[in-house]
């Protein structure tokens, strides 16, 4: 464990890839970094996330946003968690054609804006490779980015947050990283404040009872020894228990079920105002 550099937010840049992951995995830099970016906005099947998204930017209370305002692919559960496979794009769909295509075109996407945003950043936030608690659209975002970096030497920093679903991918990931870790108190009252506008507008996506660890830590990526090791001392991990499948669905695409109960309610709401 180490306190934190003092270069660690200089030129500093968190990416994430929907509009709540920054303060769901990253509470404790929102307010520390230059620059917080969100890679997908709108998800076609669910109209009202996007139009929630795009409100709840306009009354953010930071001003250091700015928006990619990529379409989303669809791919939540879209992957087999149980013996989780990685491809060039990050995950492997293994069901739904239209979906994998989305997604394969969605990494190409980021991969050439992530390119010519993230230059002359020296330090770079994003999801962790494993995608937290485990999401398609997570490792992707990781993904492009790793690949970004070959272009531009910058620091990439991850966090340590991941879950039942996500648990197999990430000893997959760990072995051979050292137990350097920078620890960081979370921030839940800014947290709790910006959820209450996504929850206001329809576009929280997460458990609404969910509460935020005391502390959060961050990982240089890339950090190897010579020697490959699959054992030892690693760093703390803020393991999630989720209630969400992890063979891929037949229709993936989905938003959590924690959202689709959001979005339900939401709807209730609009068409009950528009018929008053």
Same mark, same amino acid.
């Given at each position: $464990?180490?306190?934190?550099p003092?270069? $660690? ?26 620059? &917080? ?5 709108? %998800? ?14 306009? !009354?953010?209370?930071l ?10 692919s /669809? ?14 794009? +990050? $995950?492997?769909?293994?069901? /739904? ?5 989305r997604y ?8 050439t804006? #992530?390119?010519?945003? #993230?230059? +002359? %950043? ?20 990781? *993904?492009?980015i ?41 921030h ?5 404040? &910006? ?6 507008h329809?576009?929280?996506?997460? %458990?609404?009872?969910?509460?935020w ?11 190897? +020894?010579?020697? !490959? =090791?699959?054992?030892?001392?690693i760093?703390?991990?803020n ?14 695409? *989905?938003?959590? #079920?924690? +959202?689709? =109960?959001?979005? *339900?309610k939401? =709807? *209730? ?8």
């Amino acid at each position: $464990m180490n306190n934190a550099p003092s270069t $660690m937010f200089s030129d500093s840049i968190l990416v994430v890839a929907h509009p709540d992951d920054e303060i769901l995995w990253f509470s404790s830099i929102v307010d520390k970094v230059d620059e &917080i970016l969100f890679c997908f906005q709108d %998800y076609p099947p669910l109209p009202t996330l996007g139009a929630g998204r795009k409100k709840v930017l306009q !009354e953010y209370p930071l001003n250091n946003i700015s928006s990619l305002e990529i379409e989303e692919s /669809g791919s939540f559960s879209g992957a087999d968690w149980n013996d989780p496979a990685e491809s060039p794009c +990050g $995950m492997a769909i293994t069901h /739904g054609r239209e979906i994998r295509q989305r997604y394969r075109r969605n990494y190409h996407l980021l991969e050439t804006r #992530l390119a010519e945003k #993230l230059h +002359g %950043y020296r330090n770079v936030f994003t999801h962790n490779p494993w995608g937290e608690y485990g999401h398609e659209d997570h490792v992707q975002v990781y *993904r492009a980015i790793e690949t970004v970096q070959q272009r531009h030497p910058f620091t990439l920093w991850f966090s340590n947050y991941a879950g039942n679903r996500s648990a197999k991918m990430m000893f997959n990931h760990i072995s051979g990283f050292d137990t350097e870790y920078i620890p960081l108190p979370t921030h839940p009252t800014l947290a709790q404040k &910006i959820a209450a506008l996504y929850k206001k507008h329809g576009c929280w996506t997460w %458990y609404s009872d969910y509460r935020w660890f005391d502390e959060e830590c961050f990982i240089q990526d890339g950090r190897t +020894g010579e020697t !490959e =090791k699959s054992y030892g001392h690693i760093f703390p991990i803020n393991m999630l228990k989720t209630d969400f499948p992890t063979k891929p669905e037949k229709k993936p695409g *989905r938003l959590s #079920l924690a +959202g689709e =109960k959001i979005q *339900r309610k939401f =709807k *209730r709401k609009f068409c009950k105002k528009n018929s008053g």
